[in-house]
T-cell receptor, first 113, second 114 residues
Framework: QKEVEQNSGPLSVPEGAIASLNCTYSDRGSQSFFWYRQYSGKSPELIMSIYSNGDKEDGRFTAQLNKASQYVSLLIRDSQPSDSATYLCAVNSKNSGNTPLVFGKGTRLSVIA | SQTIHQWPATLVQPVGSPLSLECTVEGTSNPNLYWYRQAAGRGLQLLFYSVGIGQISSEVPQNLSASRPQDRQFILSSKKLLLSDSGFYLC?????????????FGDGTRLSIL
């Protein structure tokens, strides 16, 4: 069974610090990796996609992928209180065709002002 | 651009009553469509997904059903709601060539069963 694992948190970081969120996945054939942000009471919002090994930067966000280690992470630089949310990791496997993404249970991030 | 609409935003229903939640997508053709449920403080539970009209895959056996009567319309139903059906229901879509595409979520329906 394909699984995506995340530490549930909460992860607390001071304002201005770097928040590091981690995710591991079990399906070695996975090809597509996504990070979603979900504010309390709201629906998940896509914030990053990554498909190749290495780093991908978008503003204050950096996604990092290591397929050999089956590990994907999200770094948030200069964390702000508005970044406080649950971050969901999602993975799409090589052979899944049109089947759904597999989501982790999410890591709750709290940025302390 | 593509948009996804879900309604109602909130719903309070008595135990044993029927349910119908609707989701529509605009600006794309033949999308993949998904229904998820999220219990309070929990992760996303995939309920159903559809790759085309009339094609429904069920992930979790329960008293819910889904239908796709039109290309961009996805409906979640129940004949008799249980207390355990309470939760946040989310509809999502992805492009037809879904292998490397993310899913995009609607605003959700918060369902409370009394």
């Amino acid at each position: 069974q394909k699984e995506v694992e995340q530490n549930s948190g909460p992860l607390s970081v001071p304002e201005g610090a770097i928040a590091s969120l981690n995710c591991t996945y079990s399906d070695r054939g996975s090809q597509s990796f996504f990070w979603y942000r979900q504010y309390s009471g709201k629906s998940p919002e896509l914030i990053m996609s990554i498909y190749s090994n290495g780093d991908k930067e978008d503003g204050r966000f950096t996604a990092q992928l290591n397929k050999a280690s089956q590990y994907v992470s999200l770094l948030i630089r200069d964390s702000q209180p508005s970044d406080s949310a649950t971050y969901l990791c999602a993975v799409n496997s090589k052979n899944s065709g049109n089947t759904p993404l597999v989501f982790g249970k999410g890591t709750r991030l709290s940025v302390i002002a | 651009s593509q948009t996804i609409h879900q309604w109602p935003a909130t719903l309070v229903q008595p135990v044993g009553s029927p349910l119908s939640l609707e989701c529509t997508v605009e600006g794309t053709s033949n999308p993949n469509l998904y229904w998820y449920r999220q219990a309070a403080g929990r992760g996303l539970q995939l309920l159903f997904y559809s790759v085309g009209i009339g094609q429904i895959s069920s992930e979790v056996p329960q008293n819910l059903s889904a239908s796709r009567p039109q290309d961009r319309q996805f409906i979640l139903s129940s004949k008799k709601l249980l207390l355990s059906d309470s939760g946040f229901y989310l509809c999502a879509w992805s492009p037809v060539s879904g292998r490397k595409q993310p899913q995009h979520f609607g605003d959700g329906t918060r369902l409370s069963i009394l």
